[in-house]
C-alpha cells in the first residue's frame, strides 16, 4: 500500500513514505549521534550534527 501511495504524497506534500531518514542522514553526511526506534519500528528518531572541520 505504501509503494501506491508514495508518488501521490511525494508530489502533494514531499514527504517519502518508503525512505529511510538513517540512510539519507548518513549520505548527506552528517553524524548521527543518537538513534532510537519505537516498539515496531514505525518511528524513527534522530539526533545529527555535522563533523568538524578543525
Same mark, same amino acid.
Given at each position: 500500500?505504501? /509503494?501506491?501511495? !508514495?508518488?501521490?504524497? *511525494? &508530489?502533494?506534500?514531499? !514527504?517519502?513514505? #518508503? /525512505? !529511510?531518514?538513517? $540512510?539519507? *542522514? &548518513?549520505?548527506?553526511? #552528517? $553524524? $548521527?549521534?543518537? #538513534? +532510537? &526506534?519505537s516498539r515496531?519500528?514505525? *518511528? #524513527? &528518531?534522530?539526533? =545529527? /550534527?555535522?563533523?568538524? +572541520? =578543525?
Open positions: 500500500m505504501q /509503494r501506491l501511495l !508514495d508518488p501521490s504524497l *511525494v &508530489r502533494a506534500q514531499g !514527504d517519502h513514505l #518508503l /525512505r !529511510d531518514p538513517e $540512510i539519507a *542522514v &548518513r549520505r548527506a553526511g #552528517l $553524524i $548521527i549521534e543518537e #538513534l +532510537t &526506534r515496531w519500528g514505525i *518511528v #524513527l &528518531r534522530l539526533a =545529527a /550534527r555535522k563533523p568538524s +572541520t =578543525a
